[in-house]
């Protein structure tokens, strides 16, 4: 069974481009989060998707967004991209609720913003 | 949110050690994961453990959730050990995660 799989896997970007990133989940699997790692401040939850809904989302700023499209895959937007954008972006997916059932992440995406 | 706090911060061990590394959490959890990050970034599955004890190898964790605290157990480690372990609880649907255990095991 395949795992969660994230493209690209790694990415250099200049500052006020956007980048796009996808993560495939597991066969069957509907819930997609995303967690964006840091040195400084570690992994920090960014939004969840469930059946091509989105119900939770981080605090982070209106230049990340995501969506999910009906087949689960899930993709995440970073638009007019900034140094501090740099990190590891995870994502993670659940067969269904995320408190009731277990998460798989993918190898994560990492991105550099120069 | 919920505040999830790991120690110790950094561990290093001989090879063939024990070890045992803590969880903190700071209200109820639906859910507690405790991962191992390879070198690449990826977050490996060690244990999906809300309550109880489990064991898989020389690996096991304990999550006692009326007292808010998972422990995760390494025994006779090894070096292909090290890295760094998180736990992640959830609440609703997102994880919140501790800023993790980095350990060095030494041959």
């Known amino acids: 069974k395949a795992g969660v799989t994230q493209t690209p896997r790694y990415l250099i970007k200049t500052r006020g481009q956007q980048v796009t990133l996808s993560c495939s989940p597991i066969s069957g699997h509907r819930s997609v989060s995303w967690y964006q790692q840091t040195p400084g401040q570690g992994l920090q939850f960014l939004f969840e998707?469930?059946?091509?809904?989105?119900?939770n989302k981080g605090n982070f700023p209106g230049r990340f967004s995501g969506r999910q499209f009906s087949n689960s895959r899930s993709e995440m937007n970073v638009s007019t991209l900034e140094l501090g954008d740099s990190a590891l972006y995870l994502c993670a997916s659940s067969l269904g609720d995320l408190p009731n059932t277990e998460a798989f992440f993918g190898q994560g995406t990492r991105l550099t913003v120069v | 949110g919920i505040q999830v706090e790991q120690s110790p911060p950094d561990l290093i061990l001989q090879e063939g050690a024990n070890s045992t590394l803590r969880c903190n959490f700071s209200d109820s959890v639906n859910n507690l994961q405790w991962f191992h990050q390879n070198p690449w970034g990826q977050l490996i599955n060690l244990f999906y453990?809300?309550?109880g004890t489990k064991q898989n190898g020389r690996l096991s964790a304990t999550t006692v959730a009326t007292e808010r605290y998972s422990l995760l157990y390494i025994s006779s480690s090894q070096t292909t050990d090290s890295g760094v372990y998180f736990c992640a609880v959830t609440t609703g649907n997102q994880f919140y995660f501790g800023t993790g255990t980095s350990l060095t095991v030494i041959p």
């Open positions: 998707y469930f059946s091509e809904t989105q119900r």
């Open positions: 453990i809300p309550s």
